[in-house]
């Protein structure tokens, strides 16, 4: 009859498209019901006709005819009526019995999936869990139901094409048979009934041997739904909740949303599953970006954003399903994760741009601050009020009233201009010193040797776009005017670092090794600062160790260190050490000095000194000045090729004497010069190796390497 075919795997998706097919079979099924009602009222009163007594006076003549009517007329009721009754009852019933279950498991599953998603994300863990858990049963009964249902509608369809139009066959072959023409009838009708019955018999035999494969087939798709599922002309398509912002409120609704990857084109209807039809007009757009939602940033779960070509800066909020179903959404649309920036203003990040009037503004705010204030004591520190930081840096940064601000006026205190410096730096798109060169200028500060420090940090500066390189002196330049009168106004170039470092180096995400590593760029500012003339005004020279041989520092690429075969640990927190014994306070503080760095000409790796008092004296201060109680623990270290015989290794003659010390981790040896322990071991006679990162203690009588991470002394 010309209907589309039914997939079972459509169930699972449950497209607008698969819903306008099942319904034309339920509108044909509709119809098959009201004509077979016909069939049977015409049906009747045929038979009414025939029992009239019109020609019992040919009873001599036509009383076989006659007997034959009676017969005829008392079977019509078993070959017609009841075949019609009874298909219409059972078959037609049924499937209408289906649907009914089906609708209600439509409306249940629907409302239970809404319910679902309107759950709030700051509830406990186990109730969402249990809530997932919950909607799951919930969606594979649903979708078990829809698939019992097409299975239905289709077995209905198929068996009305012959136990609906075999009785008809029948009861038309009597009737041709009984009148007086019915031989000429029936012989003319002979050959399409021939034609028919043998159709009849195909179809039968063709829906008994499918039945059984298209029974199989639901088995198979409700034991493994997602390994059939259908082959869909759209890299990603299903239903969607979309945030529309109406006046003082926000509602969501649903939509059938499909994409194309080729083309980035997003469609969307309104489609309601509980009536079965569209609601709306398809809509769609060219995709610029996808983002995934921050869980924090938004009441509901599984929530991702998404910015069309034609409306920048226009975010539309959508909701999935599940987590697996916004994965899959992102993956198709080629999504990102959103960025966790430290210390950015998300609304004024375009603002600032380092461009002539960036640097005017910062020039006229430091004119400003080194004329009037540069005694005021906590400058940098004391923060101003914000609603006047905002108020100025909006006049100093619009070019029509940048001339008209006057920083000489009791208007604007000193903390306000300072603040304002501050955040302009973190108004930037991107930190001054670059993500890129974040990590190169961490590992600088992390090097043993100070002079080391300062060329490495050199070399990198100068790596620095232009107009970055030129900003940051301007500033280096500036702070080491105000530490030049730190007796007055009390900040020290330590203090600037503290204030300055998370600022000039934040890093592109929040994690805990960033927030290990502020101290080192605390550690950055104060070199720049204290050696900002030959760092700006000179070119760098290449780095040369003690042996003459050129050194790549920490540029070398981090794949030539391995990772360490000792307990892979996330970076951990020092215990702040509590006895007044200044060796162990050393000892404990030169832990996050340590360093291996490699030669580029040779493959013989040259060690620097690890034992610098200078260096442990720095960042014992430094320690106590910025606030922060804790050092950071690195790795286990890698140890030079050339440095793992430990014949005619020995300690340098500043190191403090041999101590107890025991084991925080467990480690395995990876060469016969180092000593394989667990957890709780205690070491005697441990004392600084010659190797950076490596102490040299004894076990069991056998003396060997121990790396200086992975114990406390007693």
Request: proline share 5%.
């Amino acid at each position: 009859m010309g209907l589309p075919a039914l997939e079972f795997s459509d169930c699972y998706l449950d497209s607008p498209q698969f819903r306008d097919r099942l319904k034309s079979h339920e509108l044909e099924l509709d119809k098959t019901n009201k004509f077979i009602k016909e069939l049977i009222k015409d049906g009747k009163a045929l038979i009414q006709a025939l029992k009239t007594k019109s020609l019992q006076e040919f009873a001599g003549v036509l009383q076989n005819l006659e007997d034959e009517r009676t017969r005829m007329i008392e079977n019509a009721d078993d070959v017609l009526i009841t075949p019609l009754e009874r298909f219409r009852k059972e078959q037609i019933g049924a499937a209408k019995e289906a649907k009914k279950k089906y609708d209600k498991e439509t409306e249940k599953y629907c409302g239970v999936l809404e319910k679902h998603l309107s759950l709030s994300a700051k509830k406990k863990e186990s109730h969402l869990h249990e809530a997932d858990s919950q909607v799951d049963s919930v969606r594979q009964h649903f979708y078990e139901v829809s698939l019992e249902y097409v299975f239905k509608v289709q077995e209905v369809q198929e068996r009305k094409m012959f136990e609906f139009v075999e009785p008809l066959l029948a009861f038309l072959q009597g009737l041709f048979t009984y009148y007086h023409h019915g031989y000429e009838l029936a012989k003319d009708f002979n050959h399409f009934k021939t034609d028919l019955t043998i159709s009849i018999q195909n179809t039968r035999n063709r829906f008994e041997s499918t039945r059984s494969e298209v029974e199989s087939l639901m088995k198979k798709m409700k034991e493994n739904p997602h390994e059939h599922k259908s082959i869909s002309p759209h890299t990603m398509e299903g239903y969607l909740f979309i945030q529309e912002k109406r006046s003082f409120v926000s509602t969501w609704v649903k939509y059938y949303c499909t994409y194309q990857r080729d083309s980035k084109r997003l469609s969307m209807v309104l489609f309601d599953q509980k009536s079965g039809g569209k609601i709306g007009e398809e809509e769609s757009f060219i995709l610029k970006s996808c983002t995934r939602r921050k869980t924090d940033s938004i009441e509901k779960r599984f929530c991702f954003d998404v910015e069309a070509v034609d409306r920048p800066g226009v975010m539309i909020t959508m909701q999935a399903l599940s987590e697996e179903d916004r994965r899959l959404w992102m993956e198709a649309m080629d999504g990102r994760e959103p960025v966790y920036n430290l210390n950015q203003d998300n609304q004024n990040e375009a603002m600032a741009q380092l461009d002539v009037i960036g640097f005017n503004v910062i020039k006229k705010f430091i004119y400003a601050v080194e004329t009037r204030g540069i005694d005021e004591q906590g400058l940098y520190r004391i923060v101003g009020v914000n609603s006047r930081v905002q108020k100025l840096l909006s006049l100093a940064m619009d070019p029509k009233t940048f001339a008209d601000v006057e920083l000489d006026s009791s208007e604007w205190e000193i903390k306000t201009i300072t603040s304002s410096i501050k955040h302009y730096l973190r108004m930037l798109p991107a930190p001054l010193m670059t993500y890129q060169y974040q990590r190169s200028f961490i590992k600088a500060a992390k090097l043993d040797n100070p002079e080391a420090r300062v060329a490495e940090i050199h070399s990198i500066v100068h790596r620095l776009p232009e107009k970055n390189k030129q900003m940051l002196e301007l500033l280096m330049k500036h702070l080491a005017n105000v530490a030049s009168h730190h007796q007055q106004n009390l900040m020290t170039v330590a203090n600037l670092g503290v204030v300055f470092g998370p600022t000039l180096l934040r890093p592109q995400e929040e994690t805990v090794a960033a927030i290990m590593d502020i101290k080192f760029q605390n550690i950055v500012v104060e070199i720049l600062i204290e050696n900002h003339d030959t760092i700006f005004k000179d070119t760098p020279a290449p780095a040369v160790g003690p042996t003459g041989l050129q050194l790549n520092l920490p540029r070398r690429k981090s794949t030539e260190n391995k990772a360490p075969s000792c307990s892979e640990r996330p970076l951990t927190l020092f215990r702040t050490p509590t006895h007044p014994d200044k060796d162990k306070a050393a000892a404990l503080t030169d832990k996050r000095n340590s360093v291996v760095m490699n030669s580029s000409s040779e493959s013989q790796p040259t060690s620097l000194n690890c034992n610098s008092t200078h260096n442990w004296s720095k960042l014992n201060n430094l320690s106590s000045g910025d606030g922060e109680q804790d050092g950071l623990l690195l790795a286990r270290p890698n140890r030079p090729n050339a440095l793992q015989n430990p014949k005619g290794r020995g300690s340098i003659s500043s190191s403090p004497p041999p101590r107890k010390a025991r084991a925080l981790y467990a480690c395995k040896a990876e060469h016969d010069s180092e000593l394989s322990f667990i957890a709780g071991t205690i070491f005697e006679n441990v004392h600084p190796s010659r190797e950076p990162g490596w102490l040299e203690g004894t076990l069991d009588g056998r003396t060997g390497l121990i790396p200086e991470n992975y114990v406390e002394f007693m």
